[in-house]
């Protein structure tokens, strides 16, 4: 009898080559971004001196500027974001039912959910906020359909796996009785639904209050038009009291959305 | 037969949620309330639809005439999303080990946790108008801004999954001798790693995203010139890059599934 001297080894000769492949182009990649991007090394050492000089114009904060716009904007951008949440159902919810398979089995339909959906994801908000500011000019309306269509991709693909992952029982029961398309999807998916609808909604509501208030920056109302006037008057006592704002409204917004999702579900 | 109507009390099976119909009602009287306060109208709704018709006109078709520009925007995009993923995703490793509150005494978690936490409040683009005021404009503010935006995102998520794991291999390996280094290496990372690639090529995918974006507000890369084509009223040229976008970003998508599927 021979013994075998078998040496284990975690990952075979394939998987080892495929990961190192994948740090070596990584590397390489890496290598020739460095060597090819156009940064000004002075700019780099200069950054603290230049940050520190940014940070003392900003003091001390001008308070007094709260009441006289930054309220009605911060007011403005929680309306765009929930506005623009709510714009996004109309549209998600559709996209989600036709992008599970469980609902709508054909792979048509599917590709079409899905091109919207990831179509809907790949343009950033502000690019779809430049593109509706051209359509419908500055201002709030603007914001609220950049906030809606960037969502639709985010909702729409959550929602979707949610309603994969129900018990398919409850409806088969409502198919036995006879009940209508309409009434299997009210009464057999939604019910299931509901926890997780409401948690993306919600987390979903908590990123586009971040979203909203950059929004402003290329005229689609909100915060970020009194923080780009600041700005571009070099006025940095208010830029300071409009970021104060935006982060105080994100940091509420967050704690408002930990709250309800405790309550809720 | 006589039994199946025998039942008086027959309840509707499907009870209403007073709660969820309260919510439906509130966000009704939401919706009066916001599209007056706001001075939405629908006649400046429907001109918009109008002004849309005139935009897709004169974005189709595409116009790839300039593509050397667009090349050199996209080459830059691809930059600084690399350069700033890969320095990110280093510092979190070692901001994520110190943020987990099963290996590192309070002292160390909580203002990491906090430091972690102020990266991600603001959106990247208001970091990025900061660093683009603090280092000039260019590829370096746009970097910048996407590392601590990786940060923000990453750092959370690797904390979350070091405090995850089982502490029985920790312990086994901490029996052996093993110094601090070791631990890590050999009992913590291989717990995560697989998940640590998950978040990595999500990072990649985000600071891709982004890197088209940042340039909006002068920190290079393709958002910069999709901006001035835009201010230039070059539909077409937006058409373009528009579609240049998005082509980047599924192909991102397609690499970073292949990486997730080597690396499961």
């Given at each position: 009898?021979?013994?075998?001297?078998?040496?284990?080894?975690?990952?075979?000769?394939?998987?080892?080559?495929?990961?190192?492949?994948?740090?070596?182009?990584?590397?390489?990649?890496?290598?020739?971004?460095?060597?090819?991007?156009?940064?000004?090394?002075e700019f780099f050492y200069d950054a603290p001196e230049q940050m520190a000089d940014m940070f003392t114009r900003m003091w001390p904060i001008?308070?007094?500027?709260?009441?006289?716009?930054?309220?009605?904007?911060?007011?403005?951008?929680?309306?765009?974001?929930?506005?623009?949440?709510?714009?996004?159902?109309?549209?998600?919810?559709?996209?989600?039912?036709?992008?599970?398979?469980?609902?709508?089995?054909?792979?048509?339909?599917?590709?079409?959910?899905?091109?919207?959906?990831?179509?809907?994801?790949?343009?950033?908000?502000?690019?779809?906020?430049?593109?509706?500011?051209?359509?419908?000019?500055?201002?709030?309306?603007?914001?609220?359909?950049?906030?809606?269509?960037?969502?639709?991709?985010?909702?729409?693909?959550?929602?979707?796996?949610?309603?994969?992952?129900?018990?398919?029982?409850?409806?088969?029961?409502?198919?036995?009785?006879?009940?209508?398309?309409?009434?299997?999807?009210?009464?057999?998916?939604?019910?299931?639904?509901?926890?997780?609808?409401?948690?993306?909604?919600?987390?979903?509501?908590?990123?586009?209050?971040?979203?909203?208030?950059?929004?402003?920056?290329?005229?689609?109302?909100?915060?970020?038009?009194?923080?780009?006037?600041?700005?571009?008057?070099f006025?940095w006592q208010?830029v300071a009291?409009?970021l104060?704002?935006?982060?105080?409204?994100?940091?509420?917004?967050?704690?408002?959305?930990?709250?309800?999702?405790?309550?809720?579900? | 037969?006589?039994?199946?109507?025998?039942?008086?009390?027959?309840?509707?099976?499907?009870?209403?949620?007073?709660?969820?119909?309260?919510?439906?009602?509130?966000?009704?009287?939401?919706?009066?309330?916001?599209?007056?306060?706001?001075?939405?109208?629908?006649?400046?709704?429907?001109?918009?639809?109008?002004?849309?018709?005139?935009?897709?006109?004169?974005?189709?078709?595409?116009?790839?005439?300039?593509?050397?520009?667009?090349?050199?925007?996209?080459?830059?995009?691809?930059?600084?999303?690399?350069?700033?993923?890969?320095?990110?995703?280093?510092?979190?490793?070692?901001?994520?080990?110190?943020?987990?509150?099963?290996?590192?005494?309070?002292?160390?978690?909580?203002?990491?946790?906090?430091?972690?936490?102020?990266?991600?409040?603001?959106?990247?683009?208001?970091i990025?108008?900061l660093f683009v005021k603090s280092v000039g404009?260019?590829?370096?503010a746009?970097?910048l801004?996407?590392?601590?935006?990786?940060?923000?995102?990453?750092?959370?998520?690797?904390?979350?999954?070091?405090?995850?794991?089982?502490?029985?291999?920790?312990?086994?390996?901490?029996?052996?001798?093993?110094?601090?280094?070791?631990?890590?290496?050999?009992?913590?990372?291989?717990?995560?790693?697989?998940?640590?690639?998950?978040?990595?090529?999500?990072?990649?995918?985000?600071?891709?995203?982004?890197?088209?974006?940042?340039?909006?507000?002068?920190?290079?890369?393709?958002?910069?010139?999709?901006?001035?084509?835009?201010?230039?009223?070059?539909?077409?040229?937006?058409?373009?890059?528009?579609?240049?976008?998005?082509?980047?970003?599924?192909?991102?998508?397609?690499?970073?599934?292949?990486?997730?599927?080597?690396?499961?």
């Open positions: 009898m021979t013994t075998t001297h078998s040496h284990w080894q975690r990952f075979t000769l394939k998987q080892k080559l495929s990961r190192y492949s994948v740090y070596l182009i990584l590397l390489i990649a890496l290598l020739q971004s460095i060597r090819t991007v156009e940064v000004i090394p001008d308070f007094a500027f709260y009441s006289i716009s930054v309220h009605d904007a911060m007011i403005e951008t929680l309306n765009i974001a929930t506005l623009g949440t709510l714009v996004t159902l109309i549209f998600a919810l559709p996209l989600a039912l036709m992008n599970a398979s469980n609902v709508v089995s054909s792979p048509f339909s599917h590709w079409i959910a899905r091109f919207f959906l990831v179509s809907s994801r790949s343009v950033n908000s502000l690019v779809w906020a430049l593109l509706f500011v051209a359509i419908f000019g500055p201002g709030v309306i603007a914001g609220v359909l950049a906030i809606a269509f960037r969502s639709v991709g985010f909702v729409g693909k959550l929602l979707a796996e949610a309603i994969e992952e129900i018990n398919m029982g409850p409806i088969e029961a409502l198919r036995a009785t006879g009940a209508s398309w309409a009434s299997v999807l009210l009464k057999g998916y939604w019910p299931q639904i509901l926890p997780a609808f409401f948690s993306i909604v919600l987390f979903r509501w908590d990123i586009n209050v971040r979203e909203s208030a950059v929004l402003g920056l290329v005229g689609a109302g909100g915060i970020g038009v009194v923080l780009n006037d600041a700005m571009n008057l006025e208010r009291m409009a104060l704002a935006i982060f105080a409204v994100v940091i509420l917004a967050e704690i408002v959305v930990v709250q309800i999702r405790k309550k809720l579900i | 037969m006589a039994g199946v109507n025998a039942s008086k009390h027959l309840d509707n099976p499907f009870k209403r949620n007073w709660l969820i119909t309260g919510l439906w009602a509130l966000v009704a009287v939401y919706l009066i309330y916001s599209v007056q306060t706001m001075g939405l109208s629908w006649t400046r709704f429907s001109e918009g639809l109008g002004h849309a018709g005139q935009l897709f006109d004169r974005m189709f078709p595409p116009n790839f005439e300039r593509w050397e520009l667009l090349l050199s925007g996209l080459a830059e995009s691809l930059e600084i999303a690399i350069i700033a993923s890969v320095t990110g995703i280093f510092l979190s490793l070692f901001l994520g080990l110190f943020a987990a509150r099963n290996l590192m005494p309070s002292w160390v978690t909580i203002p990491m946790r906090g430091l972690i936490a102020l990266c991600r409040t603001f959106h990247p683009v208001i990025a108008i404009f260019g590829a370096l746009g970097i801004t996407l590392v601590v935006a990786s940060i923000g995102f990453i750092a959370k998520l690797f904390a979350e999954a070091i405090e995850e794991i089982s502490l029985k291999q920790v312990e086994a390996i901490r029996a052996t001798g093993a110094g601090f280094v070791s631990l890590i290496l050999f009992s913590v990372m291989p717990q995560v790693f697989s998940r640590f690639i998950g978040f990595s090529t999500y990072q990649l995918d985000s600071n891709l995203r982004n890197s088209t974006m940042v340039g909006i507000v002068g920190a290079g890369g393709l958002g910069g010139t999709l901006f001035s084509a835009f201010q230039r009223f070059d539909y077409d040229f937006v058409a373009a890059i528009l579609i240049t976008i998005i082509a980047l970003i599924m192909f991102g998508e397609f690499l970073s599934n292949i990486v997730r599927r080597i690396f499961r």
